[in-house]
Each structure stands twice: as C-alpha cells, then as structure tokens.
C-alpha cells in the first residue's frame, strides 16, 4: 500500500467548512446530492450550527466524501483509508462499505443518540506532554462515580485526549499539571466519545446498521482501534463499537506504515490528521488537502508530471 486517505473526526469542524470546500464539479455534485438526502441540514456550517453534535458529524462525513470524489474525479484513489472517530463514515464509503446515502443517515443517527444520552454535562479534553500510563494515574485520580472520566484518544505517543463530565474534566487540568503535562485543552465536543459511558450508543448504531448490505471493499479500511478491516463486515462493526472503546488513532498510524504507506493525505477540513502523521513518520509524504488544492494533490498523489502540465488554475484553492 502506498496512499492513505485520512479522514478527521468531531473536533475538526470550523466554520464554513462545506462553504470552503474546493470549487470541483464533483464537490458541487456531491453538496446537492447531499442536500437531497438530509434536506436542510445538509449544509449547515456556521459557528453556531456546528456545536450541535448531529450537524457536525454530517458536515464531517460530507467534506469527506466531497473531497474523496473531487480527487477521484482527477484520477487520485487511495490504497487503504483510515477515519477518526466520525471520520469513520465518510472513510466507510470511500472503502465502499456505505453508500453515501447509508452513510449520511447513519452518522446522522450517531450524532441523535449521542446528543440524546449526553445533552450536557459531558465534554472532551486533550492533554499533551503526557504518556499514556502518565494519563490514565492521573484521570483514575479525577475520577468519581458521580463525575467519571475516561482515556477516550490515544492520537500519539504524548497526545490523548479524555472524556468525561465537565466536573471531572475540571479536575484534570491541575492533575495533568502536577504530572508536567504542557497543556490541557478542552476540545468543541459536547459529548463524551469513545468511551464506556456510549455503550447504549454502540448497541443502537449496531442495530442501524445491520440492515446494511455487506458489500466487497475497493480498497482496505483501518479501523480506529488499529486494526486492518478487510471486509465490509468488519468495517460496520467497527463503525457501531468504536463510538464506545478507546480510539487508538495512533496504532492506526502505525499500521498504515507497516503495510508500506508513503503518501498520507487529509481531507478537509483541517490539518490535525497530518500534524499526526508528519510528527511519527517525518519521512512519509503528508498532504493537507485543504492546503494543496484538489489538482494540485492529485498530481502529488499520482507522482503525474509531463513537461509544461500543470493543474487546471479553476481547481486550485
């Protein structure tokens, strides 16, 4: 394997993010599909719009597939595909696992039931300058049955992230502080993901899927918890679990390494999945999308170059 798509989770979200995708006839397709499958919140991007769990996994999972099908339409196709966290769906339908209709309403679904569960209350916080035995000491001294807290991301060697109500996660600041952590930041979800409290979540999206067809996957899928999905079943079980174990993004790095990946690329929006990836493989080739442009990362993807060709300037953001 060679080019991995990655395909980044709830956190990432900004705003304008649909508004800022690169102007491509596939991603205008792709927007209007979508419109037609969620009619009205399909499109929602703004500051305020984006807090809501539900819109930002949908926004997630349609600058995905818009992203993928943009790329594909300039003839770049991964060899293997990776999702954090939501990032999972629209990594579903580029492996073929889901339609992108499947896939919308799913995470649609997802989005419901977390926010049902957790309506408040509940967050995320990422702690850097810690290893991972370092944090779980210190989230087993913040926790409480009242106020559980949990080792919900593991993104890197020192960089996790914790989920539990907003009291325990209160708490964690001075303990990572008194364990030399360099910062604690509290990410924009509302919810407290991949973690025992979405046990109930996992069991309903199991449910919800299986009346998903098992279809062969174009290309192989890994899933969160760092483990290679070579068929659509897999994937769908992962899609259903993970929402509720701990999301090992950085096995899953790992993995995509071990299978001989070279060429890592992010679909938008943002860059933390190749901040990821440059940090552990400084050698490996890293493209942000939203950086490089739809042509422009196509060509680097491919390794196309003929004598005066250059990307199409109406591609280019």
């Known amino acids: 394997m060679r080019v991995a798509f990655l395909y980044p989770g709830q956190g990432a979200q900004r705003p304008r993010m649909l508004h800022d995708l690169p102007d491509h006839p596939a991603v205008a397709a792709t927007l209007a599909e979508a419109e037609r499958i969620l009619p009205g919140l399909s499109r929602q991007d703004g500051a305020e719009e984006l807090r809501s769990t539900v819109t930002a996994q949908v926004a997630l999972c349609v600058a995905g597939v818009a992203a993928t099908r943009a790329l594909a339409a300039e003839g770049a196709a991964p060899d293997a595909v990776a999702g954090q966290s939501a990032g999972a769906f629209p990594a579903a339908v580029a492996a073929g696992a889901l339609t992108f209709a499947e896939a919308l309403v799913a995470v649609r679904r997802r989005g419901e039931l977390m926010r049902d569960a957790f309506p408040s209350g509940y967050g995320m916080a990422a702690v850097l300058g810690l290893s991972v035995p370092q944090v779980r000491r210190a ?179």
Do not use: K, N
Not at 215 to 229: A, D, K, M, S
């Open 139 to 317: 989230v087993e001294s913040i926790t409480t049955g009242e106020d559980p807290a949990y080792l919900a991301v593991v993104d890197a060697d020192q960089q996790t992230v914790v989920a539990g109500s907003v009291r325990a996660l209160d708490r964690l600041t001075p303990a990572a502080a008194r364990a030399g952590a360099r910062r604690v930041r509290r990410l924009d979800v509302a919810v407290p993901s991949h973690c025992p409290l979405l046990d109930g979540v996992a069991g309903a999206m199991a449910d919800h899927l299986a009346a998903i067809p098992r279809r062969r996957l174009g290309v192989p899928c890994v899933g969160g918890t760092g483990r290679l999905l070579r068929d659509a079943g897999a994937v769908l079980d992962d899609l259903a679990r993970s929402v509720a174990t701990t999301l090992r993004w950085r096995d899953s790095l790992a993995l995509l390494a071990e299978l001989g990946t070279s060429v890592f690329v992010q679909t938008p929006p943002g860059h933390v999945l190749t901040h990821l990836a440059r940090g552990a493989y400084p050698h490996a080739r890293v493209i942000t999308l939203a950086d490089a442009g739809v042509a422009d990362t196509a060509f680097r993807v491919t390794g196309f170059r003929e004598p005066g060709c250059r990307p199409s300037a109406s591609y280019r953001r």
